[in-house]
């Protein structure tokens, strides 16, 4: 399993990003099989981790037409800077209560 870790410096906000947030997320899960997507905004940083089986899922999430177009709004437009880094998930331990 990898994580892509997504941390911007947010610029503006508008209806058009709330948008494209919510379309970004929902592709991820529809067409490329995210196991799971987080996301934060507190100040003005914005941060994201969603959760891949496997590599290419990742590339063609990142290739897909849509997500070409946000990421070009988001280097215009919305964000001041962003760093991107891909993880692999080496160990994942999971703890719930039961209720």
């Known amino acids: 399993m990898y994580a892509v870790m997504f941390k911007a410096k947010v610029k503006q906000v508008d209806e058009e990003y ?15 099989e995210c196991i799971d997507f987080i996301s934060v905004c507190e100040n003005n940083i914005e941060f994201s981790i969603s959760y891949w089986k496997d590599l290419e899922s990742i590339q063609r999430w990142k290739e897909n037409e849509e997500h070409l177009k946000a990421q070009e709004l988001g280097k215009t437009k919305w964000y001041e800077s962003y760093t ?13 209560i039961n209720i």
Do not use: C, D, G, P
């Open 18 to 32: 709330l948008i494209m947030a919510k379309m970004m997320r929902k592709i991820a899960f529809e067409k490329y």
């Open 84 to 96: 991107i880094e891909i993880v692999k998930i080496l160990n994942n331990k999971t703890w719930k």
